[in-house]
């Protein structure tokens, strides 16, 4: 059919147009005030509209605004919000620099808020709260991502306890998105080559506070095969094969769209591998630029590219076998000037094995001088899993750092815990975010309104909870008798213990039901219960992780306890504020070390929620006894059923032990001050180091501000810095092989005394390199007992002259501990316009 289209926005009267402004920014999303101006207009439509402002705005009827129009009430507090809307674009920031040129940040998802449904889980949170941080702070950043015509999956539980997916369609145009549009007043598109085909997307752009969001869309007409246009359909959906296409899109395609919208990205950041195509685009842009070379083009990029890591598993990264990745990439080789088994090696851990698949990861890495993992033990982790790519760099060395994750606390810490904090912590809370020293003021509030405050939250979520288990059950078509029931379900009187996350089997939903009698006296006790809440959806092709939740349902229902035990269904954003926020305990118990990091326990830790969790990922570095609890000793297990035996075991004894004792254990007021002090202690020191603001300052100290100033070297003086490197590194290739340590001499004896200086001699043929060329190091330190150096020191040896054809260098370090020490020399690159100096393949030791 010929269908002429076009939009229908909401007449809005005069005074309330500001509402359109606030629904299409989601700056809305931590700040509750702008929230409650639409639920004021029609609460029944809020929720028939899936909270989704842009969307009520359309729903609303023209008798309604008129109505609320003439309300010098509302208007007030519209014009009110709208005053702190401005005023907080216009607010002083952190960042006081330029923002001429950005730093690009990628993501697969997003996880903004509940009416911009891109987002699965733990990786989209995480984007978002960058995003909303990024803002506070006033970095210049901006983000790309996908436009998913379904987002995520609905989930929902049928009668027999077993999750089914529903994929709604979503509707763009009732969104916090706008259609990115030309001069002509047409869509922008970009494109891309796929296999032969040339394919369309258009941008749309989330505004974020201050910040902007941009998302590719490919469900457009100048696509003409179905299959195009269903490449952005949906998040984490299809095969291997709509998944190159996914990771093309973004990297290449993401890349396009920021030039095509007049943005610089000086500076780049893959968040996870999905991205890592950008680099190829990137090195593209400059060869036709500059007529770089490829490996020019790769010295050019490589020192601005940020790199995070968030999988503790190989098999979690990204692979794509040959014959998939020929079909798409093959182009590519006459693009870069390289042959198929360079660009191959560009995503192998070891180049000469034929047979190894492509991985997105290690194409990462090696495009990028700043990698990191989400947590101290998952950076551990990381260089212990990816040391194959820099060949004899010792294990504290691989060049992958960590910046643990943080969350952004004004979008988790519900309403009436942050009007509590406003109150005490003073302005500066909110207009400064980023002096996390404001937490200290925790001690200003009295024992009494910080209990009071949560103990409102965690009646809400009793009540919360109700109405999302009544809902299921009319769903499913119980019976009237079996929803009336769910009105007694939980109480808000009783130690709540919350688990939600995604139903993996690693993270082990039912371990607390490992003992079922056991549980079943905590649960039935009539003086001390507890009650239980999980929540969580399993990936859809998961089938033991929906088993899991099926077990969870069948325990409840089965042992008559279905009043203490519930499972939600569907956990989103909104259910996530009212668990975070209203729960006693916050369980968390994954198989260390396969939790990277999580957030949702710095979340509920933020809002005074206490921690009981195995210690991985963030809380392996957050626990203290003062701030919540620690299952285990940091274990770690071959035999997982005697992991699951010990560890449930030892879950149950702190519950027991000391969980239920220090709830129930109330002074002559009703408080319990003891469990409010660990309260206070936990909301004092995790607000202050697991705050997103705290993560970005790690960003911006140790990779975006070094990025942005490496951007600017690389291409002063028409790329100089990057001509001379790329040709240092040429002559390097030739000569490095002929490099030989012929000897080392040393003062040492086979005795010495604390304080004693040893001095030590090398000499080195450099070959054709200069001794200015390489570092030559004196590596030192305690020597283990399998003839290894630990806790090293490294000194720099200085060039003192000539012997024959070798080079001298020497060095006199001071013999500064005890016990058996050792110490040999090792060789590196050395460049000034070297990041670092860990180059896969380049670095020599003494033999």
């Given at each position: 059919?010929?269908?002429?289209?076009?939009?229908?926005?909401?007449?809005?009267?005069?005074?309330?147009?500001?509402?359109?402004?606030?629904?299409?920014?989601?700056?809305?999303?931590?700040?509750?005030?702008?929230?409650?101006?639409?639920?004021?207009?029609?609460?029944?439509?809020?929720?028939?509209?899936?909270?989704?402002?842009?969307?009520?705005?359309?729903?609303?009827?023209?008798?309604?605004?008129?109505?609320?129009?003439?309300?010098?009430?509302?208007?007030?507090?519209?014009?009110?919000?709208?005053?702190?809307?401005?005023?907080?674009?216009?607010?002083?920031?952190?960042?006081?620099?330029?923002?001429?040129?950005?730093?690009?940040?990628?993501?697969?998802?997003?996880?903004?808020?509940?009416?911009?449904?891109?987002?699965?889980?733990?990786?989209?949170?995480?984007?978002?709260?960058?995003?909303?941080?990024?803002?506070?702070?006033?970095?210049?950043?901006?983000?790309?991502?996908?436009?998913?015509?379904?987002?995520?999956?609905?989930?929902?539980?049928?009668?027999?306890?077993?999750?089914?997916?529903?994929?709604?369609?979503?509707?763009?145009?009732?969104?916090?998105?706008?259609?990115?549009?030309?001069?002509?007043?047409?869509?922008?598109?970009?494109?891309?080559?796929?296999?032969?085909?040339?394919?369309?997307?258009?941008?749309?752009?989330?505004?974020?506070?201050?910040?902007?969001?941009?998302?590719?869309?490919?469900?457009?007409?100048?696509?003409?095969?179905?299959?195009?246009?269903?490449?952005?359909?949906?998040?984490?959906?299809?095969?291997?094969?709509?998944?190159?296409?996914?990771?093309?899109?973004?990297?290449?395609?993401?890349?396009?769209?920021?030039?095509?919208?007049?943005?610089?990205?000086?500076?780049?950041?893959?968040?996870?591998?999905?991205?890592?195509?950008?680099?190829?685009?990137?090195?593209?842009?400059?060869?036709?630029?500059?007529?770089?070379?490829?490996?020019?083009?790769?010295?050019?990029?490589?020192?601005?590219?940020?790199?995070?890591?968030?999988?503790?598993?190989?098999?979690?990264?990204?692979r794509f076998d040959l014959v998939l990745l020929e079909k798409y990439m093959q182009g590519w080789t006459n693009i870069l000037g390289i042959s198929w088994d360079d660009f191959l090696a560009l995503g192998r851990e070891n180049p000469a094995n034929k047979n190894e698949t492509f991985c997105m990861t290690v194409l990462?890495?090696?495009?990028?001088?700043?990698?990191?993992?989400?947590?101290?033990?998952?950076?551990?982790?990381?260089?212990?899993?990816?040391?194959?790519?820099?060949?004899?760099?010792?294990?504290?060395?691989?060049?992958?750092?960590?910046?643990?994750?943080?969350?952004?606390?004004?979008?988790?810490?519900?309403?009436?815990?942050?009007?509590?904090?406003?109150?005490?912590?003073?302005?500066?809370?909110?207009?400064?975010?980023?002096?996390?020293?404001?937490?200290?003021?925790?001690?200003?509030?009295?024992?009494?309104?910080?209990?009071?405050?949560?103990?409102?939250?965690?009646?809400?979520?009793?009540?919360?909870?109700?109405?999302?288990?009544?809902?299921?059950?009319?769903?499913?078509?119980?019976?009237?008798?079996?929803?009336?029931?769910?009105?007694?379900?939980?109480?808000?009187?009783?130690?709540?213990?919350?688990?939600?996350?995604?139903?993996?089997?690693?993270?082990?939903?039912?371990?607390?039901?490992?003992?079922?009698?056991?549980?079943?006296?905590?649960?039935?006790?009539?003086?001390?219960?507890?009650?239980?809440?999980?929540?969580?959806?399993?990936?859809?092709?998961?089938?033991?992780?929906?088993?899991?939740?099926?077990?969870?349902?069948?325990?409840?229902?089965?042992?008559?306890?279905?009043?203490?035990?519930?499972?939600?269904?569907?956990?989103?954003?909104?259910?996530?504020?009212?668990?975070?926020?209203?729960?006693?305990?916050?369980?968390?118990?994954?198989?260390?070390?396969?939790?990277?990091?999580?957030?949702?326990?710095?979340?509920?830790?933020?809002?005074?929620?206490?921690?009981?969790?195995?210690?991985?990922?963030?809380?392996?570095?957050?626990?203290?006894?003062?701030?919540?609890?620690?299952?285990?000793?940091?274990?770690?297990?071959?035999?997982?059923?005697?992991?699951?035996?010990?560890?449930?075991?030892?879950?149950?004894?702190?519950?027991?032990?000391?969980?239920?004792?220090?709830?129930?254990?109330?002074?002559?007021?009703?408080?319990?001050?003891?469990?409010?002090?660990?309260?206070?202690?936990?909301?004092?020191e995790i607000g202050q180091s697991m705050s997103c603001h705290r993560m970005l300052i790690d960003y911006s100290n140790k990779f975006y501000f070094p990025a942005l100033k490496n951007y600017k070297r690389m291409t002063k003086d028409s790329y100089a810095d990057t001509r001379s490197l790329a040709a240092y590194f040429?002559?390097?290739?030739?000569?490095?092989?002929?490099?030989?340590?012929?000897?080392?001499?040393?003062?040492?004896?086979?005795?010495?005394?604390?304080?004693?200086?040893?001095?030590?001699?090398?000499?080195?043929?450099?070959?054709?390199?200069?001794?200015?060329?390489?570092?030559?190091?004196?590596?030192?330190?305690?020597?283990?007992?399998?003839?290894?150096?630990?806790?090293?020191?490294?000194?720099?040896?200085?060039?003192?002259?000539?012997?024959?054809?070798?080079?001298?260098?020497?060095?006199?370090?001071?013999?500064?501990?005890?016990?058996?020490?050792?110490?040999?020399?090792?060789?590196?690159?050395?460049?000034?316009?070297?990041?670092?100096?860990?180059?896969?393949?380049?670095?020599?030791?003494?033999?």
């Amino acid at each position: 059919m010929n269908i002429s289209t076009y939009t229908v926005k909401p007449k809005l009267p005069a005074n309330l147009k500001p509402l359109e402004e606030i629904a299409r920014n989601l700056w809305l999303a931590w700040n509750f005030d702008a929230v409650q101006l639409f639920i004021r207009l029609d609460y029944d439509i809020w929720i028939k509209s899936s909270q989704s402002p842009v969307k009520m705005l359309g729903m609303m009827s023209q008798a309604r605004l008129a109505e609320v129009s003439r309300d010098d009430s509302y208007i007030a507090a519209l014009n009110a919000v709208y005053s702190r809307f401005q005023r907080y674009k216009k607010l002083p920031t952190w960042y006081k620099g330029s923002h001429k040129d950005v730093i690009a940040y990628f993501s697969m998802e997003y996880g903004m808020d509940v009416s911009l449904p891109v987002y699965s889980g733990g990786l989209g949170m995480l984007s978002g709260d960058h995003m909303k941080t990024s803002s506070d702070m006033g970095l210049p950043l901006v983000g790309i991502g996908l436009l998913y015509k379904q987002g995520y999956f609905i989930q929902q539980i049928n009668s027999d306890g077993f999750q089914q997916e529903v994929y709604p369609v979503n509707d763009w145009y009732n969104m916090p998105v706008e259609l990115i549009k030309d001069r002509e007043n047409n869509p922008l598109y970009i494109s891309v080559d796929l296999a032969g085909r040339e394919t369309f997307a258009q941008i749309w752009e989330v505004k974020v506070g201050r910040s902007s969001l941009y998302l590719l869309d490919t469900n457009v007409e100048k696509n003409k095969d179905p299959d195009l246009k269903n490449i952005t359909a949906a998040l984490y959906g299809g095969d291997k094969e709509t998944r190159i296409r996914q990771e093309i899109l973004l990297g290449i395609g993401g890349i396009r769209a920021l030039r095509a919208l007049g943005i610089n990205p000086a500076a780049t950041h893959m968040n996870e591998g999905h991205a890592a195509f950008l680099a190829l685009e990137r090195a593209r842009e400059l060869m036709v630029e500059n007529n770089f070379s490829f490996a020019q083009a790769h010295e050019a990029i490589w020192p601005t590219n940020i790199f995070t890591t968030h999988t503790p598993v190989p098999a979690g990264n990204e692979r794509f076998d040959l014959v998939l990745l020929e079909k798409y990439m093959q182009g590519w080789t006459n693009i870069l000037g390289i042959s198929w088994d360079d660009f191959l090696a560009l995503g192998r851990e070891n180049p000469a094995n034929k047979n190894e698949t492509f991985c997105m990861t290690v194409l990462a890495l090696k495009f990028a001088a700043y990698a990191n993992g989400v947590s101290a033990l998952h950076g551990l982790v990381s260089r212990n899993m990816w040391k194959n790519l820099w060949p004899g760099v010792p294990l504290d060395e691989i060049p992958i750092e960590h910046v643990t994750n943080g969350v952004h606390p004004r979008t988790w810490i519900s309403n009436a815990m942050r009007e509590l904090l406003d109150r005490y912590f003073g302005p500066r809370f909110e207009e400064e975010p980023a002096v996390l020293e404001t937490w200290e003021r925790m001690g200003r509030i009295s024992d009494e309104e910080l209990w009071r405050t949560h103990e409102r939250r965690r009646e809400r979520l009793v009540v919360f909870a109700r109405n999302r288990l009544k809902e299921s059950l009319k769903r499913n078509g119980a019976s009237e008798r079996r929803i009336q029931r769910a009105e007694d379900a939980l109480s808000p009187n009783i130690l709540t213990l919350s688990f939600a996350r995604r139903f993996a089997t690693y993270k082990r939903g039912t371990l607390l039901f490992r003992d079922p009698e056991r549980l079943l006296r905590l649960l039935k006790d009539t003086e001390r219960p507890i009650q239980l809440i999980f929540a969580g959806k399993a990936h859809p092709a998961d089938i033991p992780g929906k088993d899991l939740i099926r077990e969870i349902i069948h325990f409840a229902e089965k042992n008559d306890v279905a009043n203490r035990v519930v499972f939600l269904e569907n956990y989103d954003m909104t259910m996530s504020r009212y668990l975070v926020s209203g729960a006693d305990v916050w369980l968390n118990t994954p198989r260390r070390p396969l939790e990277a990091s999580g957030t949702s326990g710095m979340k509920a830790s933020m809002n005074g929620v206490l921690n009981c969790s195995i210690l991985d990922g963030w809380w392996d570095e957050a626990y203290n006894p003062n701030v919540g609890w620690a299952i285990g000793h940091r274990e770690e297990y071959t035999d997982e059923n005697n992991q699951d035996e010990i560890e449930s075991a030892a879950l149950y004894d702190l519950i027991e032990r000391e969980i239920i004792p220090l709830f129930y254990n109330r002074g002559r007021d009703g408080l319990p001050r003891e469990w409010i002090k660990m309260m206070k202690t936990c909301m004092r020191e995790i607000g202050q180091s697991m705050s997103c603001h705290r993560m970005l300052i790690d960003y911006s100290n140790k990779f975006y501000f070094p990025a942005l100033k490496n951007y600017k070297r690389m291409t002063k003086d028409s790329y100089a810095d990057t001509r001379s490197l790329a040709a240092y590194f040429e002559k390097l290739d030739k000569s490095w092989q002929k490099i030989r340590i012929i000897s080392i001499n040393s003062t040492s004896k086979p005795v010495m005394q604390r304080g004693d200086f040893l001095k030590v001699t090398a000499l080195v043929d450099l070959g054709s390199l200069e001794p200015d060329e390489i570092h030559v190091e004196l590596y030192y330190g305690d020597r283990s007992h399998e003839n290894f150096i630990v806790n090293a020191r490294r000194a720099e040896m200085k060039n003192s002259g000539k012997e024959g054809d070798a080079w001298r260098f020497e060095v006199r370090v001071e013999c500064a501990d005890t016990g058996l020490q050792g110490h040999t020399i090792r060789i590196l690159p050395k460049h000034d316009a070297l990041v670092h100096p860990y180059r896969s393949g380049f670095i020599k030791w003494a033999q």
